[in-house]
């Protein structure tokens, strides 16, 4: 899988957006079956996910592709992560140990 490593400047539109819409931004979220690595991800409602994916898209568009493709999704009760494995935030990465 290939690697994206979003600067710390682009971590804080993508978080400023997420705000507006009503979800939060994390930079180092570790999914089910990562083994400690991290990786971005966002939380929210389905509308508000989708509002932000749209937005993102449109305020960083280098980074549409990895956005539209590659995403994984959990439930967090009523609200969702959606949490893109090969997306990593400068000074928040880290690599799984066991894989």
């Known amino acids: ?28 979220y570790s999914g089910r079956g990562m083994y400690g690595a991290t990786c971005f991800g966002v939380t929210g409602t ?3 996910l989708t509002a932000w994916v ?19 999704r959990d439930s967090m009760g009523l609200d ?10 400068e000074g928040h990465a880290r690599d799984s140990k066991w894989v």
Do not use: N
């Not at 490593?5 to 957006?17: C, D, S, T």
């Not at 568009?61 to 995403?71: A, N, V, Y």
């Open 54 to 72: 749209v937005e993102a898209c449109a305020a960083l568009p280098e980074l549409k592709e990895d956005f539209i493709s590659g995403t994984s």
């Open 80 to 89: 969702e992560i959606h949490y893109w494995r090969g997306i990593q935030v």
């Open 1 to 28: 899988m290939t690697k994206t490593l979003i600067a710390e400047e682009q971590y804080k539109i993508l978080a400023g957006i997420a705000k507006t819409t009503g979800c939060r931004a994390r930079p180092d």
């Open 46 to 48: 389905p509308r508000g």
